[in-house]
């Protein structure tokens, strides 16, 4: 990982089409000790740093303090 050294993991990345560009979502995990400054900061970053690759629409990243959890924002789908 090269964005922060504060970034211990990657936990998730996901991608998908809009149209001819991407929306893209990153999960990555720092430690829970860290600042809300800091977390917030290395986010936004890279945040940006992904919306400025050419295909790249939007980009989403979520924090996260560890990676040994259920899965977040999980839908049941009824057919």
């Given amino acids: 990982m090269t964005h922060s050294p504060l ?3 990657i936990d998730t990345v996901r991608a ?3 149209g001819p ?3 893209v979502e990153v999960d990555i995990v720092m430690d ?3 600042t809300l400054q800091a977390t ?3 986010a936004e970053e890279l945040q940006t740093k992904l919306e400025s ?3 790249v629409e939007r980009a989403y990243v979520h924090v996260d303090y560890e990676t040994s959890h259920a899965p977040e924002h999980f839908l ?3 057919l």
């Fill in 7 to 9: 970034v211990h993991q």
């Fill in 16 to 18: 998908y089409h809009s």
């Fill in 21 to 23: 560009r991407l929306i």
């Fill in 32 to 34: 829970p000790q860290e």
């Fill in 40 to 42: 917030h900061d290395i």
């Fill in 53 to 55: 690759l050419p295909n």
């Fill in 76 to 78: 049941k789908k009824e």
